[in-house]
């Protein structure tokens, strides 16, 4: 089946919400669902996702490498808005957790994960 429909072959399925391209159905599926997935699109039939036609490989961009796309030069992270880089710098990449739960020794790099967990493992 890899020789047959992949092997050599360019990518013939586009995502509709941003440059990433496929080999094959299933995989573009999991993409939207991953990465674009929002409650609104639980009923969303996946017709769009049919073969594009081919283009230049210098017109198609890696997955989290177009434009928009703010890259953490520490760990690789790729985020869609600068503010959120901007908090990952501040809060997350290289440090320790700071948020400590006071029923039990779980740590958190965000206080909204620290107050989930409570209510959910504590409540």
Same mark, same amino acid.
């Given at each position: @089946? =890899?020789?047959? !429909?992949?092997?050599?072959?360019?990518? #013939?399925?586009?995502?509709? =919400?941003?440059?990433?391209? #496929?080999?094959?159905?299933?995989? @573009?599926? !999991?993409?939207?669902?991953?990465?674009?997935?929002?409650?609104?699109?639980?009923?969303? #039939?996946?017709?769009?996702?049919?073969?594009?036609?081919?283009?230049?490989?210098?017109?198609?961009?890696?997955?989290?490498?177009?434009?928009?796309?703010?890259?953490?030069?520490?760990?690789?992270?790729?985020? !869609?808005?600068?503010?959120?880089?901007?908090? =990952?710098? !501040?809060?997350?990449?290289?440090?320790?957790?700071?948020?400590?739960?006071?029923?039990?020794?779980?740590?958190?790099?965000?206080? #909204?994960?620290?107050?989930?967990?409570?209510?959910?493992?504590?409540?």
């Amino acid at each position: @089946m =890899h020789q047959k !429909r992949e092997c050599g072959k360019e990518p #013939s399925f586009s995502c509709p =919400h941003c440059p990433y391209r #496929s080999k094959q159905k299933s995989h @573009m599926k !999991r993409h939207v669902r991953c990465k674009h997935w929002a409650p609104e699109w639980t009923n969303c #039939s996946y017709s769009q996702l049919q073969p594009q036609p081919q283009t230049s490989a210098l017109d198609v961009q890696r997955p989290g490498t177009f434009p928009g796309q703010f890259k953490c030069h520490l760990c690789g992270k790729v985020y !869609r808005w600068k503010g959120n880089l901007v908090s =990952h710098l !501040r809060l997350e990449c290289g440090k320790d957790p700071q948020q400590q739960c006071p029923l039990c020794p779980t740590r958190f790099k965000h206080k #909204s994960h620290l107050t989930r967990h409570i209510k959910r493992r504590h409540n």
